[in-house]
């Protein structure tokens, strides 16, 4: 199928799918930034708000250095307990691809074993 000039096929589509999934990477820490801006907005006491306020140019940065270095420290919690491994490693027993793929591993191990 043809559409604006692109073939369209299941090769296509996926590749989309994967342009899309890195770009929500980087929407990811877009968002990240935002929201680090809306907690430091989001002050109601009014003398924490005036420092803010008084002092952007040295409270806005530090708070980032400090978020990034929450983030950095939280990260390498989960790397060092194997969260993200765990969870992964519980994600391929679920994919049918990668149970047949361990499958024929298997079958070429025994195979060779037996020789």
């Known amino acids: 199928m043809k559409a604006f000039g692109i073939q369209l096929n299941r090769r296509t589509f996926i590749r989309w799918k994967i342009y899309v999934d890195r770009a929500r990477m980087y929407i990811g820490y877009i968002s990240f930034i935002m929201i680090a801006f809306m907690f430091l907005n989001d002050f109601k006491d009014e003398s924490i708000r005036n420092f803010l306020d008084e002092n952007k140019l040295i409270t806005y940065p530090i ?53």
């Open 63 to 115: 708070m980032m250095v400090v978020f990034v270095l929450f983030s950095l420290i939280l990260g390498r919690l989960d790397t060092k307990l194997g969260f993200r491994k765990e969870e992964m490693r519980n994600a391929a027993t679920e994919n049918p691809v990668t149970m047949e793929i361990l499958a024929h591993l298997k079958e070429i191990k025994e195979k060779v074993d037996k020789q």
